[in-house]
């Protein structure tokens, strides 16, 4: 993976609990809405992340992702929703996001996790092998170009378009 030189201790690990304000400060200010701050903290609450991972680099926290538990209506597949990715202003374009995007699709195959939606930027997203043709075999809330789907353990065919639920915490957007 690319990182910018002066990146080179860039670390991506898990939250902790004491990241929980710093994360919510880093979300808050590299979004305008502050809905997807108010997001993670709801998942976190509900108990819906999956995987929450920060970027770290030299103790500073200027990076975030978070993979949230999915449902698919009438099939047993382990499947998450990539959202949000966020990386402080000043440290964007050199190779933040795709350190915490990579990790994070590492971690998931590791947990044999079958699937990984994101509704986010396609030239961004299709580099990591998501794809609309997978996300449109399901039906969810979302849809278009930016909606998108990873399969990661095992090919997943569904033979009808079975309904994707995304955690409460979602109804945010509306």
């Not at 500073?60 to 978070?66: L, M, R, S």
Request: hydrophobic fraction near 45%; proline fraction near 5%.
């Amino acid at each position: 993976m690319r990182v910018a030189p002066e990146l080179d201790g860039l670390e991506v690990r898990e939250e902790t609990g004491a990241d929980t304000a710093t994360i919510h400060n880093l979300v808050t200010c590299a979004f305008d809405s502050g809905l997807e701050a108010r997001l993670v903290d709801r998942l976190r609450a509900d108990g819906d992340l999956v995987l929450s991972l920060v970027a770290e680099l030299n103790g500073k926290i200027v990076g975030y992702a978070g993979f949230s538990r999915l449902a698919i209506q009438g099939r047993a597949l382990k499947a998450t929703a990539l959202a949000p990715v966020a990386v402080a202003r000043t440290y964007r374009r050199r190779g933040i996001a795709t350190a915490l995007v990579r990790e994070g699709i590492r971690r998931l195959e590791e947990a044999d996790e079958n699937l990984v939606f994101v509704l986010g930027d396609p030239p961004f997203y299709q580099r990591f092998g998501f794809d609309g043709r997978v996300a449109r075999q399901y039906c969810a809330q979302w849809s278009g170009p930016a909606f998108m789907a990873l399969e990661l353990a095992r090919r997943v065919e569904p033979d009808s378009r079975p309904k994707v639920q995304y955690p409460a915490a979602f109804d945010i957007f509306g």
